[in-house]
Each structure stands twice: as C-alpha cells, then as structure tokens.
C-alpha cells in the first residue's frame, strides 16, 4: 500500500474538510490516504465517521488526533495515517449513513470554520473541501448556498467567484446561488469586471500567465444587439472593454451555446458565465469524476470536489476519490511556494 499523507514538508500540511459524514465524503477521504498523498494533510471533522469508514473499507490506516496543527510535526516518521482535527460534540456512532441529518450539517459546518481559521493563521497552507450537504445544515440552522458563502463570511471576504475546472474547461461564474429571476438585476458592469480580473489571477495561479478569457452572453445570441434584451450591450460589452484597457485579453460577449465547445477546442483558456447552470451544465456533462471547484478571491486557496454528498451510494464502499484527488493536486500546484 502506498504511503499515506503522514509525510511532512516544511511547509503548512492542506486542510481536508470531511464535509457531511453521513455521506461520502469519510470514504473518499480513507481511499485518498490509502492511495497515498504527494503532500501532508489534516482532516477537519468527526473522528468517528473516519474511523467507521476506515472500518468499511477494511483499511489498515492509523487515526490520529491532533488538539493543533502543529501537532503534526511530532509524527514525522509515522506512515499510513490519517490526522484528524476532531469536531465537537461527537456525532453518535451510530448515526444514519444517506440520510440528512442536522447533527451531521452542524458537524460539517464546524469542519469548515476550524478550518478557515487556521487557514487565516497561517496553520494550514490552504483548504480542499468533501462534499456537505445543505438540507442537513438548513436543519441545523445554517442558512447558507453551499461552501462559497461561508468560506466568504468566515474570512471576512467581500468579493468571491466560483470557477469550476475539469481537464477540457474552466469556467468562472459572474453570479452563484441566486434565482435565475434575480441574475439581470444583479449583474453590473462592476460585478462583471471583477469576475473578468478573477478569471486572469486564477489562470495566472495555474501557470496561465496570459490568459484568453471568453466571456458569456446573458441571452440568447449574446442579445442580438438588444433584441433580447439589453443586458449584453449595456453591462457585459462595457466591462470587457474596461478589462481590455488593462491588459486583460478578454473578448465577447459571445453566444453562450458556443462559447464552451469553443473553449473546449482551444480557442479560449476560461470562459465567464453569467449565471450557475449556464456555466455548470458543460462543466458537469463533460464529467465530474475530475472536476474541480475553486473559490476565487479568499486570502488563502481552497479547492472542492465537484460533486455532492451522493447519499444514494454512501456507506457502500464504492464512491469514486478521483474528483478530490484532483482537487488536492490542484490545490497543491496553486500554493506559492508550491508543496
């Protein structure tokens, strides 16, 4: 078996949230491990929901508790580990695997704060997420989309983007999680350069130094020069010009139902859209097995699986690891300096 994460640089180990336990996210977890990690890291998140799906998958990984990251320094020479920052109260051992449940949502969303704390302390060198589930954390309470919002309110960050990448595209959203009713009255020519000059830092933290932004129409046909509305002339084709006057190659807006296969062919490095399903539908047909989400703009990396927490197939013992093996490589290849 290959060695696990148990190997520490000189730098920060990666945060490791266990996202929803009552879902996939421990199982993928223990698989990542056993398949070993080019980096150290530290899961955030129940001991006991590791330990059962070390258990499941009847893996000979040692778990350890750590009270600090910097704990982890006193382990240098131990392999096939899993470090663990445990969240408290301990989620009962017996707690339903599929199911939601606002005990595990709690648990999630502490996961993450641990985590985003020690990430603005410098503890950790960035953060990959496993899925959470928000039903569960609406349960708890928790009156969040999704990770972006916390990982924004947590580290006090104004100004965030989701941009969602697999081996053929990326793509950044110049809107997340609001109605579509709501997304014209929301875009502004601010809002749209910003997402624009998000779009350049992220390709240039890939090693995209100059990169070829391709930027979405919000109607159809890019609006056809306002026949189907004016939001393309009057919001997108302004902000682009603004990006193009410092030095940004960004072109559009083009149709969206182009745009993507246009990227996919090479033409563009990332694409902008305007709006959640515009962007995620041709990232997520392409496949989610490697996916990756990325939160642009915090003060720290933080990478995510593309995936949810698959409660129809948790506790079997067969969810895929690939999409958060991509994501911790690619948080990974983000780092300055590079792990």
């Not at 969303?109 to 959470?132: E, F, H, N, Q, R």
């Amino acid at each position: 078996m290959p060695e696990s994460s148990s190997r520490v640089t000189p730098h920060p180990p990666l945060a490791l949230t266990l996202g929803d336990a009552a879902g996939i996210g421990p199982e993928i977890i223990v698989k990542l491990h056993d398949q070993g990690l080019p980096a150290a890291c530290v899961v955030y998140g129940d001991l006991g929901a590791l330990s059962r799906a070390v258990d499941l998958l009847n893996q000979p990984l040692q778990i350890i508790e750590l009270a600090t990251v910097d704990e982890i320094h006193q382990y240098t020479n131990e392999t096939n580990c899993i470090f663990v920052r445990p969240t408290q109260p301990a989620l009962p051992a017996d707690l339903p695997w599929g199911r939601t449940d606002a005990r595990a949502g709690q648990a999630a969303y502490d996961a993450l704060c641990m985590a985003i704390d020690d990430a603005l302390l410098g503890k950790v060198s960035g953060i990959v997420t496993a899925p959470l589930n928000k039903e569960a954390m609406h349960l708890a309470g928790l009156d969040f989309p999704g990770h972006t919002e916390i990982l924004a309110q947590r580290s006090h960050t104004q100004h965030v983007a989701m941009l969602l990448v697999n081996d053929q595209v990326r793509v950044i959203l110049a809107t997340i999680h609001i109605a579509l009713s709501e997304v014209s009255t929301t875009l502004t020519q601010a809002l749209e350069l910003r997402t624009i000059e998000h779009a350049q830092r992220a390709c240039q933290a890939m090693g995209i130094q100059s990169p070829r932004i391709g930027v979405a129409g919000l109607n159809p046909h890019a609006g056809e020069q306002g026949k189907f509305g004016r939001e393309d002339l009057d919001i997108i084709a302004p902000a682009i010009a603004a990006a193009r006057l410092k030095g940004i190659d960004a072109s559009g807006p083009w149709p969206g139902d182009t745009l993507f296969m246009r990227a996919r062919h090479g033409e563009f490095d990332i694409c902008v859209a305007q709006y959640h399903d515009q962007g995620l539908i041709p990232i997520k047909y392409l496949g989610i097995d490697k996916g990756v989400n990325i939160t642009v703009g915090l003060p720290f990396v933080r990478t995510s699986v593309d995936h949810g927490t698959a409660f129809d197939i948790a506790g079997q013992g067969i969810a895929d690891p690939s999409s958060l093996r991509a994501a911790f490589e690619l948080a990974l290849s983000m780092l300055k300096p590079a792990i």
